[in-house]
């Protein structure tokens, strides 16, 4: 399996999209009801959606995330042999407010993790998908709008 990542893509080739989440400077993952194993939320698109529509919608369903800032990170494209690629986006979320899993939630649960945990759902997609966000995190390119309100205020 080869991961690929892009700058750019064709948004109806994004077929689902994945968020890495952060609260404080701890990392938001969940539990399906059905496996025991911990993933990124994220999800498919649904049809006529837009894929930042998506991202928000997946977060929202699977967490219980209320407020948050969420940026696009990158596309990314996964390809096995003898399979077809797939293409994804990828997001981070800064997040402000977290209540609990929505009624109906398919995630039995959510922690809060200072790293990925051994056991997940992807466990080789989804630590390359965070190291990404990791880069993109350390290079500088995510400016929080509560430090700006902050700094407008001084």
Not at 4 to 27: H, M, N, P
């Amino acid at each position: 399996m080869k991961i690929k990542f892009y700058d750019q893509a064709l948004d109806s080739d994004l077929k689902y999209a994945v968020i890495c989440a952060r609260v404080g400077e701890k990392w938001l993952l969940c539990r399906h009801r059905e496996r025991q194993t911990w993933e990124l939320p994220g999800g498919h698109r649904e049809p006529g959606e837009d894929i930042h529509e998506t991202a928000a919608r997946e977060l929202r369903e699977e967490t219980g995330v209320t407020e948050c800032q969420m940026e696009p990170v990158a596309a990314y494209g996964v390809f096995q042999d003898g399979e077809d690629p797939s293409f994804g986006a990828l997001f981070f979320a800064d997040v402000w407010e977290l209540n609990e899993l929505p009624e109906g939630s398919e995630m039995a649960e959510c922690r809060l993790m200072e790293a990925l945990p051994e056991v997940l759902t992807y466990p080789e997609i989804q630590p390359i998908l965070l190291e990404q966000v990791q880069r993109w995190l350390d290079s500088g390119n995510f400016r929080s709008v509560q430090d700006d309100i902050f700094e407008l205020m001084m």
